[in-house]
C-alpha cells in the first residue's frame, strides 16, 4: 500500500498559478502509474492528470494545456502544475495510484476566486 500527502494548495485570483505536490511512500512507487484527482463541492471526485512511471502522461480535457503532471522517482514525488487558474478549478485536489487505491488521503484545498 503507498500512503500519500498531497500539499501546496491555496487561495489564488484567476489567471494564476499553483504547485501541487504528492509526498509518496512505498518501495513501488516508481513502476506504478500515478493521478491527481479533484472534487468540488457537491459534485464526484473526477481525474485530471495521470503519469505513468516512465512518463507518458494524460490529462483531462479541461485542464489540457494549463496543467503539467510530473515527476521525480528519487523523492517519490509528484507534481501538478496548474497555470492559468479558473474559478471552476476550485476543488480539494487528491493524489492517488492510477487506477486509484481504495483509501485516499486528505488532499489540498485549491481556490480560485474570480
Known amino acids: 500500500q503507498v500512503q500519500l500527502v498531497e500539499s501546496g494548495g491555496g487561495l489564488v485570483q484567476a489567471g494564476g498559478s499553483l504547485r501541487l505536490a504528492c509526498a509518496a511512500s512505498g518501495s513501488i512507487f516508481s513502476r506504478r502509474a500515478m493521478g491527481w484527482y479533484r472534487q468540488a463541492p457537491g459534485k464526484q471526485r473526477d481525474f485530471v492528470a495521470a503519469?505513468?512511471?516512465?512518463?507518458?502522461?494524460s490529462y483531462a480535457d479541461s485542464v489540457k494545456g494549463r496543467f503539467t503532471i510530473s515527476r521525480d522517482n528519487a523523492v517519490t514525488t509528484v507534481y501538478l502544475q496548474m497555470n492559468s487558474l479558473k474559478p471552476e478549478d476550485t476543488a480539494v485536489y487528491y493524489c492517488?495510484?492510477?487506477?486509484?487505491?481504495?483509501?485516499w488521503g486528505q488532499g489540498t484545498q485549491v481556490s480560485v476566486s474570480s
Open positions: 492517488n495510484s492510477f487506477p486509484p487505491f481504495a483509501s
Open positions: 503519469i505513468t512511471g516512465s512518463g507518458n502522461t
